[in-house]
Every structure is written in C-alpha cells, then in structure tokens.
C-alpha cells in the first residue's frame, strides 16, 4: 500500500518563499503522475501542479506559473514543490496525490496525502 506523507506546510509572509515536500512509501512508477493540489474551507480542491514521474514533464495552473516549480528525486521517491513570490491567496491545505496518467481533476487521483497547511501573512 503506498503511502503519501506531506510536509513543509508552514506560515510564510506575503511575498516569501516556502517548500513542501511529499515522500512516497512506495516508488511510483516511470508512468505514474504526481501532482500537488490545494484547498480552502468551502471551496473545491484545485489542481496547482503535476509532473510525469519518469519523464519530468511539469504541468502548473495559470495562478501559479511563473511562481512555483514542481521537482521530483526519484531515487528517494520524492516530490517538492518550491513555492516563490507567495501571495495571500496561495494560503490553504496543499496535497500530494498520484495518478495514473496526467490529469487535473481530483477524482482521478487515487493515492492522496493528509495535507500540510500553508498560511500567509499579508
């Protein structure tokens, strides 16, 4: 059974730079997708960014390009995301989650994390 487990998650002022790591149980597989989401209380968890674990291939959404970048080791099966430039809105509960292919709904992601909170001070 893989596991998941984030950390990282912390209070970071407006503007400052944070990183969150996620640390796979089991490797993932050369096919396999990881992604990083977040979500605040009462609004739908939302796909920030993604990376094909063999390749590398990164996938981020609009809100965050430029600002963050998602990295992975695959020799200690583990994925960071590298958050720069941090705005208020970037506060929430961030997840790791891994898929079978590329995608960005939720729903297709079967293995999640418990999240780690990131907090912003404006």
């Known amino acids: 059974q893989v596991e998941l487990k984030e950390s990282g998650g912390q209070s970071v002022q407006a503007g400052g730079s944070l990183r969150l790591s996620c640390a796979a149980s089991?490797?993932?597989?050369?096919?396999?997708?990881m992604a990083w989401f977040r979500q605040v209380p009462g609004k739908e968890r939302e796909f920030v960014a993604g990376i094909r674990w063999g390749y590398g291939s990164t996938y981020y959404a609009d809100s965050v390009k430029g600002r963050f970048t998602i990295s992975r080791d695959r020799t200690k099966s583990e994925m960071y995301l590298e958050m720069n430039s941090v705005k208020p809105e970037d506060a929430a509960l961030y997840y790791c989650?891994?898929?079978?292919?590329?995608?960005?709904?939720?729903?297709?992601?079967?293995?999640w994390g418990q999240g780690t909170q990131v907090t912003v001070s404006s």
């Open positions: 989650a891994r898929g079978n292919s590329y995608d960005t709904v939720p729903t297709a992601f079967r293995v």
């Open positions: 089991g490797r993932p597989f050369s096919s396999h997708f």
